[in-house]
């Protein structure tokens, strides 16, 4: 199996309404090419979800991948969302999958939907190519630095077990340059007053939108800038 860890995809944009609109996918630090790559034959694209029970909000993220995908040439024959409507048999729809997104959002909540569905199990036997969105890339290392993004997070546990596909610590949408965390909504300063103090005594990898981290066996390939913080200390890396 071989995974795509990244902060986002960009397969779309929100205007004023909050309402997704489908772009071609572009190769900016690659992505483009990498997806080429690994996906010859577009059969299958299985979108796993964050919150499972936001049926509206996953069949208007299908639209738009299927749509987005067919833009760039690759025209999925199948889109399918794997939510709590079918749980119940997703090794069978992910077992064939050409592509599984893992969408970004609450890392606690998305955690407990995968291990209800046996999600490690399953990626363990998998053959395509699986990207990970965010929290979706988080959720697939082995420890899940999960800092608050909003004030309702605040009472989340900090460190959760991920499904231990890799071993860094990835903070996504982390920009290296200007030190600051990539999300414009939060009433948190996240970086000084979560992410600096988790990096005491540990090494967390900041990725910032756009950038992107291939794992292919025991080959991994850092596309796009990547950022080391160590003790509160950041270091480019990538």
């Not at 997806?35 to 059969?43: A, D, E, G, R, W």
């Not at 608050?148 to 949408?173: K, T």
């Not at 991994?220 to 890396?237: E, F, L, N, P, S």
Request: a negative charge; glycine letters at 6%; hydrophobic letters at 40%.
């Amino acid at each position: 199996m071989a995974i795509l860890l990244s902060s986002i995809l960009p397969t779309h944009y929100r205007d004023e309404n909050d309402i997704y609109h489908a772009i071609a996918i572009d190769d900016t630090n690659h992505l483009l090419s990498i997806l080429q790559k690994y996906i010859t034959n577009p059969h299958k694209l299985v979108l796993v979800a964050n919150d499972p029970y936001n049926e509206e909000k996953m069949d208007e993220k299908i639209i738009t991948l299927k749509e987005s995908f067919t833009l760039s040439n690759m025209p999925f024959k199948s889109v399918i969302a794997l939510d709590h409507r079918n749980m119940d048999i997703a090794k069978e729809i992910l077992q064939d999958a050409d592509l599984i997104i893992l969408s970004g959002g609450k890392c606690p909540r998305q955690k407990e939907f995968f291990d209800q569905i046996n999600l490690g199990d399953i990626l363990s036997t998998h053959k395509g190519l699986t990207i990970g969105i965010s929290a979706g890339t988080m959720n697939l290392g082995n420890i899940v630095a999960n800092f608050p993004e909003e004030l309702a997070d605040l009472d989340e546990p900090r460190w959760l077990q991920g499904l231990g596909f890799y071993e860094d610590i990835i903070i996504p949408h982390f920009d290296g340059e200007s030190e600051e965390y990539q999300l414009d909504y939060s009433e948190l300063d996240i970086v000084k007053d979560y992410i600096f103090p988790m990096s005491m005594g540990k090494t967390l990898i900041g990725m910032p939108n756009y950038s992107y981290i291939l794992i292919d066996g025991d080959t991994k390939t850092y596309y796009g800038d990547i950022y080391q913080i160590t003790d509160g200390i950041v270091t480019k890396v990538n």
